[in-house]
């Protein structure tokens, strides 16, 4: 029921970009395992062996962290229409943040989203895809706005310091690296 893939195939290409929501979970060398769900227009196909995907400004800072300690990352998508299907890229993970060489170029592969904090670029060592049969079937409503209002509303000075205030320490206490100390 499982198949394993070296790098990404056209159909996990096609795949992927149908998805609406994609989940990170990375780890660091103790303490929480960390699961974020994504959406909005964040993920990217790089090429056959690379993805990234934008981090937007949120109560936590738990994958930097996570990345910085043990750059193992997973992304997971799962089809919740039509065919089943769940697609896993495992990796090695780097953060590329505003103040670094690599963002304008990853940067604009994306909207200018207000509070964008990290890019993720993950190097796939592994692609595997499994039946997804137990997943139910859910319809996409929308993309929720709530978060692009908070951020804008904000503006640039106010999510720099919030990310001092919330985001500079992961819930074990470890560096996340938004600030360039």
């Given at each position: 029921?499982?198949e394993?893939f ?39 196909i ?23 300690e043990n ?26 943040h ?34 997804g049969?137990a ?16 951020a ?20 074990n ?9």
């Amino acid at each position: 029921m499982s198949e394993k893939f070296e790098k990404l195939g056209h159909s996990h290409k096609v795949f992927i970009r149908q998805q609406h929501l994609y989940f990170v979970g990375t780890a660091g060398a103790e303490g929480f395992v960390n699961v974020s769900p994504k959406g909005m227009d964040s993920f990217r196909i790089l090429n056959d062996s690379t993805v990234a995907w934008l981090n937007l400004t949120g109560s936590g800072n738990e994958t930097a962290a996570h990345v910085l300690e043990n750059n193992r990352m997973t992304i997971m998508f799962c089809s919740f229409e039509k065919q089943p299907l769940i697609l896993r890229l495992y990796g090695h993970a780097a953060a590329v943040h505003p103040r670094d060489k690599r963002w304008q170029e990853l940067a604009g592969q994306f909207p200018p989203y207000t509070g964008a904090r990290q890019i993720f670029s993950l190097d796939i060592a592994l692609v595997q895809t499994s039946c997804g049969y137990a997943v139910p079937y859910f319809r996409l409503e929308g993309e929720r706005p709530t978060l692009t209002k908070w951020a804008d509303k904000h503006g640039e000075s106010g999510i720099s310091e919030y990310w001092k205030e919330n985001n500079t320490e992961s819930m074990n206490g470890k560096d996340t690296g938004i600030l360039d100390r």
